[in-house]
């Protein structure tokens, strides 16, 4: 059964570092793109971005760009999501997700992981 | 970026009801709009793609209309499974956007 398993909750201090991971199984990973979406009370959900791990192809939301960065480990089948620094607002659920493209350019999310939960606070 | 509007934001039904729910783009994304369902503590899974494509595997209850600016989900039939989060999403233009979400509530 494909799926996408992901990293357990984190706690981190504002101005920490932190990497969550999300390991594909039974699909061929460097076939299809793999993402990020993030969920909060306040904002909903939001798209971060997504990368080819092909080629590490990248593309981000303007608003993630800078903050967050995505990379992918085709040895292991697996993207990450990192931060250099958080910050109180990179606090919610993170999901990685898998799209699929029905017709050129347009897709939709097709296999979600269980979601992480990362809390940033001092 | 495209601002994706839902309405309601809540909605209070009975099983064997019919509901629907509005979803308006800022401007037109065609028909690049996805229908996902949220259950509590889980993640979200597609119920509709492309504005009225059902997914494999999704009850045909669940019907998508429009294109453009302005899309549909009507639930025919309420179950007790039904009863969750619903979002809209468009994928037309990066970065891809959300719906903020609609409440069924029993």
């Known amino acids: 059964e494909e799926q996408l398993v992901q990293s357990g909750d984190e706690t981190r201090k504002p101005g920490e570092s932190l990497r969550i991971s999300c390991e594909a199984f039974?699909?061929?990973?460097?076939?299809?793109?793999i993402g990020w979406v993030r969920q909060t009370p306040g904002e909903g959900l939001e798209w971060i971005g997504m990368i080819y791990p092909h080629d590490s192809n990248t593309i981000y939301n303007p608003t993630f760009q800078g903050q967050a960065s995505i990379s992918a480990d085709k040895s292991i089948s697996t993207a990450y999501l990192h931060w250099g620094s958080l910050r109180a607002s990179d606090s919610g659920i993170y999901y990685c997700?898998?799209?699929?493209?029905?017709?050129?350019?347009?897709?939709?999310?097709?296999?979600w992981g269980q979601g992480s939960l990362v809390t940033v606070s001092s | 970026d495209v601002q994706m509007t839902q309405s309601p934001s809540s909605l209070s039904a009975s099983v064997g009801d019919t509901v629907t729910i509005s979803c308006r783009a800022s401007r037109s994304v065609s028909t690049s709009v996805n229908w996902y369902f949220q259950r509590e503590g889980r993640a979200p899974q597609v119920l509709i793609y492309a504005a009225s494509t059902l997914q494999s595997g999704a009850p045909s209850t669940f019907i998508g209309s429009g294109s453009g600016t302005s899309f549909t989900l009507t639930i025919s039939s309420l179950q007790p499974d039904d009863f969750g989060t619903y979002f809209c999403?468009?994928?037309?233009?990066?970065?891809?956007?959300f719906g903020q979400g609609t409440r069924l509530e029993i």
């Open positions: 999403q468009q994928t037309h233009e990066v970065p891809s956007t």
């Open positions: 039974e699909y061929s990973f460097t076939s299809y793109w």
């Open positions: 997700v898998r799209p699929y493209y029905y017709d050129s350019g347009t897709y939709y999310f097709n296999l």
